[in-house]
């Protein structure tokens, strides 16, 4: 039989099944894009804190989802205690995508306010000495971000923090803050970079794996290691153990040429055309204070801040040199205020002066 002389009844209905599939999808993918609610939020807490305060966020998001690899799951002795929960979630009086939506939410307080704990009861002393770059064999972004939001928010919203079942606004202000640090951070992180690896480390070819540095910020491939360790320590950024270590195992082994390199640059930490490396760096670290119009910083407040912290920097014309710097920090503009309260108080959220600002002041270029 000819093609066109084929029944044509059933395209219609395969037509129509298509479109209803389609809706449907489309219908799916906006109630998952359909950010949560207060209301929904409000009947996520209760089961959610019911379960043990010791257990992983993770976790507990497994067994309210009914997922069965849950180990809690697995272990049919342990589950039982959560078959209930996992019930009352079930039925719970929405979607499926808008419990999956406030779940996350849940999720999410809930994993930053671990990871806040774990920071303040494992590593404090690591916070502090990353906080002004006192060694390049780590840098722990996030747990220095993590670090100053808390300060930010126990100064702008005291008791957000000890909430066991805080709304979308809160969850959102933890959020933002923790991001603000830590884009902040990275940015400083990219700063301190530019001003570790100056153009006398690198030798223009990639470099054989025994070689090559490796460290924090991640040096490019043609930074021989020894170099790399004689600029760390120029800048006072190099741990002593890293340092003893190089000198007692690899300095043994560099040539006359090599050595003579490696005392050239430990001695000569000002090299680069910023003269103000140090105070860059620390104004991209605060960059989140700063820019916080409650507080209402200006371009003379944090001239003034960086010479209380000894941080050597232009003392005219700042706008001119952030422009240069590319810093494009947002400011308050107009004339100065009377009220000095919000600067005091959120000066005690500034990072200290960057433990190389001293060594590149007191550098001879």
Same mark, same amino acid.
């Given at each position: ?28 993918? %906006? ?10 939020? &409000? ?16 976790? &507990? ?28 979630? %079930?039925?719970?009086? /929405? ?9 996350? $939410? ?5 994993? @930053?306010?671990?990871? #806040?704990?774990?920071?303040? %009861? ?32 126990? #100064? ?11 709304? @979308?606004?809160? #969850? !959102? ?12 951070? !990275? ?9 570790? /690896? ?6 223009? &070819? ?15 491939? +043609?930074?021989?290691?020894? @170099? ?14 890293? @340092? ?16 003579? !390199?490696? +005392? ?8 680069? !055309? ?13 960059? *989140?204070?700063?820019?916080?119009? $409650? ?8 001239? &003034? ?37 919000? #600067? ?9 002066? *960057?433990? /190389? ?9």
């Amino acid at each position: 039989m000819h093609p066109e002389h084929l029944p044509t009844t059933e395209w219609p209905a395969s037509s129509a099944i298509n479109d209803a599939v389609i809706a449907l999808r489309s219908h799916r993918e %906006k109630l998952a894009a359909t950010p949560a609610t207060d209301e929904q939020l &409000k009947q996520i807490w209760p089961p959610w804190n019911a379960l043990p305060d010791d257990m992983l966020p993770g976790e &507990k998001r497994r067994i309210l989802t009914l997922d069965e690899e849950s180990e809690h799951h697995r272990n049919s002795s342990q589950f039982a205690p959560f078959k209930k929960l996992q019930k009352q979630f %079930k039925y719970l009086p /929405f979607d499926r995508h808008e419990y999956n939506q406030a779940l996350n $939410q849940a999720y999410w307080w809930a994993t @930053l306010s671990d990871f #806040i704990q774990s920071t303040r %009861k494992y590593h404090k002393d690591l916070v502090e000495r990353q906080w002004t770059f006192a060694d390049a064999d780590n840098q722990a972004t996030g747990r220095v971000a993590i670090s100053r939001a808390v300060l930010e928010i126990n #100064i702008t919203h005291p008791g957000l923090l000890e909430s066991k079942s805080p709304t @979308l606004k809160n #969850i !959102k202000i933890l959020k933002h803050h923790y991001v603000a640090y830590f884009k902040a951070r !990275k940015r400083a992180l990219t700063a301190l970079a530019k001003l570790v /690896f100056i153009p006398e480390l690198r030798t223009g &070819k990639r470099l054989p794996i025994d070689q090559v540095a490796l460290g924090v910020p991640r040096p490019p491939k +043609d930074v021989p290691r020894y @170099l790399y360790i004689a600029r760390l320590d120029a800048l006072a950024v190099c741990s002593p153990k890293r @340092l003893n270590d190089f000198i007692r195992e690899d300095l043994p082994n560099l040539s006359r040429p090599q050595r003579m !390199k490696f +005392d050239k640059i430990r001695r000569k930490p000002k090299f680069g !055309k910023n003269p103000y490396a140090g105070f860059l760096v620390w104004v991209l670290e605060n960059r *989140p204070i700063f820019e916080n119009a $409650q507080f209402g910083w200006q371009w003379k407040d944090i001239l &003034k801040a960086a010479e209380e912290r000894n941080i050597e920097c232009p003392k005219t014309g700042l706008k001119e040199w952030a422009y240069r710097s590319t810093v494009h920090l947002k400011v308050k503009l107009g004339q100065p205020h009377g009220d000095e309260r919000e #600067i005091k108080r959120s000066s005690s959220l500034l990072s200290p002066a *960057p433990i /190389f600002g001293e060594s590149l002041q007191t550098a001879t270029v």
